[in-house]
């Protein structure tokens, strides 16, 4: 392979993890304001799954290549770059080609290592935690002393969430699959991890907590009647996914009588400038808490770029508690 190529996972048409395939490509160059990273590590989430599948095209000025965050090494800058050189080391949120030696990247979604961070722990930050503070701290609008609901506890955007939560003085409960995922929701931090496999979600809530104020929520489906009548006066819903299905009766009048704010958001569809700012806000309030331990990364696994089919099926078993992600640089 020439010095202008790059090894990269190919997932062909799409389809089942399979088809993800080890392949060559022409490195990317960075433009006006991007800079080029050499990849370490690539964080790995369900929108790659879904991508994978076909069910989440790219946006058209996008590299169709999977991968929404990387941490690794800047080593060229395009025009009006002005914060990073060459040499430093960055976390950053991509809008594809993470799953790739050499990844662009917008300089204003680059944020530096937080202070004692190893590349690993860093690539699992930027998707999970832009999608939070997004979701959470500006949609959801949650204050100290509130209560925070959080489905899918033990994911990489829960586990995210509940630290977020109590960073921001929240009281937080999660809804989790068995036992171990509650335990290990618990020592995040959270205040009630329920089973919902142990009855009904909604009711088991009610009895810990009564009403929530802010409900995070992937699942959707027939989740969102029961979302409705958990929120107290002034609640808010925020979906950011629907794996539970995408389609569900709302009880309007329930939306009425509380004040009910139902709202939604994907962070690939967002401008730059609006990436931008959350990048920012991470920089200020997260990433202190990040570097003298209040806030810490929790990885799952690690697969080389090569095996990113296994880190596909490990994430669609839905076993992982915490990220996963994929060793690329093989010196680190």
Partial sequence: MSSSEMRFIDHGKGG???????????RPQPRANEVLIEVAYAGVNRPDVAQRAGLYPPPTDASPVLGLEVAGTVV???SDVARWQPGDAVCALTAGGGYAEFAVAPAAHCLPIPEGW????????????????ATVAQQG???????????GGSSGIGVAAIQLGKLLGARVVTTVGNAA???????LGADFAINYRDGDFAAAVRRDVETVDVILDMVGGDYLSKNIGLLAFDGRLVQIATLGGSKATLELAQVLMKRLLITGSTMR??????????????????????????IKSVVHA???????????????SSQHMGKIVLKVKQDH
């Fill in 16 to 26: 089942a993890a399979e088809v993800l395939q080890m392949a060559s490509m022409p």
């Fill in 181 to 187: 995922k509650q335990a290990f929701c618990r020592e």
């Fill in 141 to 151: 609008r949650l204050a100290r002393g509130e209560t925070l609901l959080v489905h």
């Fill in 76 to 78: 060229a800058i395009g």
């Fill in 302 to 316: 690690e697969f080389p770029l090569a095996a990113a089919a296994d880190a596909h099926r490990l994430m669609e």
């Fill in 269 to 294: 569809r967002r401008s730059h400038d609006e990436k931008a700012v959350i990048a920012r806000e991470l920089e200020a309030t997260i990433w202190p808490a990040l570097a003298d331990g209040r």
């Fill in 118 to 133: 190893s590349l690993r722990d860093a690539a699992a930050l930027p998707e999970n935690w832009f999608t939070v503070w």
